[in-house]
């Protein structure tokens, strides 16, 4: 079963919590505290897999938890971290936000892509102690690990594209020029799934060719089978438009090449704007005038055009040739670049979650929303900390310390950073 869209929830380990302890030793008095770190979550990471060639795998499992920390022990041991969950897909999958539609991650070479990252442990009772509080019994939780429902979209990596109309012929190209086996029958959408194959033009070059399903007047808006397959073409640094010559169905070529390529504008303005050239297939069904006419109508738009007959391979050699020489100019397969985050304004006043807890007089703050602001904070740098302090006051945990009693020279502490109060 082909399968190239999947829509999944993922989420990193969160951070094991540290350990309150005290250190306890026959003949060593008040040994003091000595709780280690929670180990650090797991993360969700994707990695390409040669072997697979669609996202199947994706629809009938829908939810990837990666493992949490291990919680920190006595006598300063630090927790274990936990393993990173890896999830294999197809290269040439694209990582998006289901909500914002952002890409975050395009998977096309072997390098791994953290996606979500796993919660950092959470300090244990040692890191507390100071010449006024010897006896912390209090630890920090864990922090928990991102969680993102995304949306995986598998676009085809291929250097050529063939596009074109169901029944022109575009499998018999393909079968014939790479050692593709698609299944070729004489009625519409015989190919239901993407074709890849490689083609070799001479000795040191190739090129990977990929036959598109047929796309169909209407494709960009859903009709037909095309519609689902058009994103595997916005990779293609070359498009080759395989026509029916000879009308063998009862249509005109010129018209069926205008409709696609109205679809393609359709769909992607960049994408209509690709090279393409012109292969006027089943040469010897049609008539001399027919022929001539075609001809003359793509030559004077300016296109490269050429004639063969796919199913015994006459003229097929003429058009690798000349894909190899202009793949040499053309810009590489498109990659995708990640879109950053959507940054929201955490000073602009809005109710949001936190809790607060006090423990030996220190002011533990927990909200998972001010991690990422936690993230792009500098404590060497004023205007950063201007900002955290805006942040503090706009969402009501500044009020929220007043109220619990916090006085000057407190202890503030939220998550990595800890403060004394200032009014």
Not at 347 to 363: C, I, N, P, S, W
């Amino acid at each position: 079963m082909f399968v190239d869209i999947a829509n999944i929830y993922v989420k990193a380990g969160d951070g094991g919590n540290g350990k309150v302890s005290f250190h306890r030793e026959k003949y060593v008095a008040a040994g003091g505290p000595d709780g280690g770190d929670g180990g650090r979550g797991g993360n969700i990471v994707f990695k390409v897999d040669p072997n697979l060639s669609t996202l199947a795998d994706f629809r009938y499992k829908r939810k990837y938890i990666a493992e949490s920390g291990q919680a920190g022990g006595a006598d300063r041991c630090n927790g274990k971290s936990a393993p990173d969950l890896v999830l294999s897909v197809p290269k040439g999958t694209l990582i998006k936000e289901k909500e914002t539609g952002r890409i975050i991650a395009d998977i096309s070479d072997d390098e791994p892509v953290i996606i979500a990252k796993g919660g950092k442990g959470g300090w244990g009772n040692s890191h507390f102690a100071t010449p006024t509080r010897q006896v912390p019994k209090f630890a920090k939780s864990g922090v928990p690990g991102e969680a993102l429902d995304l949306i995986l979209e598998l676009k085809l990596l291929a250097d050529v594209g063939l596009i074109g109309f169901p029944n022109v012929g575009k499998s018999t190209f393909i079968s014939v020029v790479s050692e593709a086996k698609p299944k070729i029958a004489n009625y519409h959408f015989t190919t239901l799934v993407p074709t890849l194959g490689v083609v070799s033009a001479f000795e040191g070059k190739s090129f990977v060719m990929a036959d598109i399903p047929g796309i169909i007047e209407g494709a960009s808006e859903g009709v037909g089978l095309g519609h689902e397959f058009l994103r595997h073409v916005e990779r293609c640094r070359l498009l080759v438009h395989v026509i029916d010559v000879a009308g063998s169905e009862g249509r005109d070529p010129i018209d069926d090449f205008n409709k696609i390529n109205s679809e393609l504008v359709n769909f992607s303005e960049e994408l209509a704007k690709r090279e393409q050239i012109i292969v006027a297939n089943k040469c010897d069904l049609a008539d001399e005038e027919t022929l001539k006419t075609v001809r003359e109508y793509f030559e004077s738009k300016g296109f490269k055009y050429f004639e063969c007959m796919a199913a015994i391979a006459e003229g097929t050699n003429d058009v690798i040739k000349y894909i190899a020489t202009a793949l040499d100019r053309l810009p590489p397969i498109v990659k995708y670049e990640p879109e950053e985050a959507p940054q929201e304004d955490f000073t602009v006043q809005k109710a949001r979650d936190f809790t607060l807890t006090v423990e030996d007089g220190v002011y533990i703050i927990e909200a998972p929303w001010l991690l990422k602001i936690l993230e792009t904070v500098d404590p060497d740098d004023y205007e950063s900390l201007q900002y955290f302090q805006r942040v503090l006051h706009s969402s009501g945990i500044i009020d929220a310390l007043v109220t619990a009693g916090v006085k000057e020279g407190d202890t503030v502490s939220v998550y990595d950073i800890e403060f004394d109060y200032v009014p």
